[in-house]
């Protein structure tokens, strides 16, 4: 089953820039995922265990090293390749 997420990354810091560049680099390096960014949010999509996998990682390490907020829609299917 595929699903599509939009995820936007609200680093509390100053710098912000480098942590959301750094989050979407580290994300892009999943296989068998689509992502598409603009200004204000990054939406994946991908097969449902690939992309809840991909969120299982990267999220505790994104919080582990960055007080953050995180927001996150899901939809059912790929609306990026449709």
């Known amino acids: 089953m ?3 997420l939009d ?3 609200y ?3 100053e710098e912000f820039i480098p942590i959301i560049k750094d989050f979407i680099n580290t994300i892009s ?3 068998n995922i689509t ?3 603009n200004n204000i949010s990054t939406q ?3 097969e449902y265990d690939i992309i809840m996998e991909l969120l299982n990682n ?3 390490s ?3 090293k960055q007080r953050s907020v995180l927001v996150i829609k899901f939809l059912s299917g790929d609306k990026l390749n449709d």
């Open 7 to 9: 995820i936007s990354l």
């Open 58 to 60: 990267e999220i505790k």
């Open 11 to 13: 680093p509390l810091n």
């Open 44 to 46: 994946i999509s991908g």
């Open 35 to 37: 992502i598409s960014k």
């Open 62 to 64: 994104i919080f582990e």
């Open 2 to 4: 595929k699903i599509t």
């Open 29 to 31: 390096k999943y296989p």
